[in-house]
């Protein structure tokens, strides 16, 4: 999509604006060879749509530059047009390369920097569901502590009862066993 323009006629501005394809014939090509492209608009077919869209203007030539990151990964197209059809000499196109590196820099940091801001917000919302379930994980054994209380203080008691002989005499055998019961519980 078109990012920025500065005297873009109303024809390359509308076709622009809708988005940017790798079919376009001179910045599509400059972005699917990495390399910087020069078109005769008037006079290569591959252009014609292209000088359509600008005749009323007199723009005749076009130079696309990609704007590449690392790894030879594609950010952007800067596309210039001219009145004239004019070849771009080596030292133009590095100079066009040098212009656009800082460019590059600019949007790698503005992906690192979105990056970063998703992976703060992923980290920020895992720690809230951390927070929710340590918070479900007290409720729940509050709620299993209570539950278990009242039938084990019933155990521990009727225990207690049992050794101390309210129900009769007990060997030493079942004082074992209602120690081991009251330990337990």
Known sequence: RLAASKQLP??????????????????GLAAKRRVGVVADLANEARA?????????SGL?????????????????VVITFSRVVAEVSPDEQRLAD??????????????????ARVRAETISQMEEKVRQMDQHKTE????ISH?????????IGYAQMLKDGFSGDLNEQQRADVQTIMDSA
Do not use: K
Request: hydrophobic share 45%; proline share 5%; net charge positive.
């Open 10 to 27: 109303t024809g390359i501005l509308e076709r622009y604006t809708q988005g940017i394809t790798l079919d376009d014939p001179v910045s």
């Open 48 to 56: 014609a749509d292209l000088h359509a869209a600008v005749r009323w």
């Open 60 to 76: 005749r030539g076009a130079w696309a530059t990609p704007i590449l990151g690392s790894g030879n990964r594609l950010f952007g």
């Open 98 to 115: 040098l212009f656009t590196r800082p460019l590059s820099l600019a949007m790698q940091n503005l992906e690192r920097s979105r990056e």
């Open 140 to 143: 729940f054994m509050s709620l």
């Open 147 to 155: 539950e278990m209380r009242t039938p084990l203080n019933a155990i």
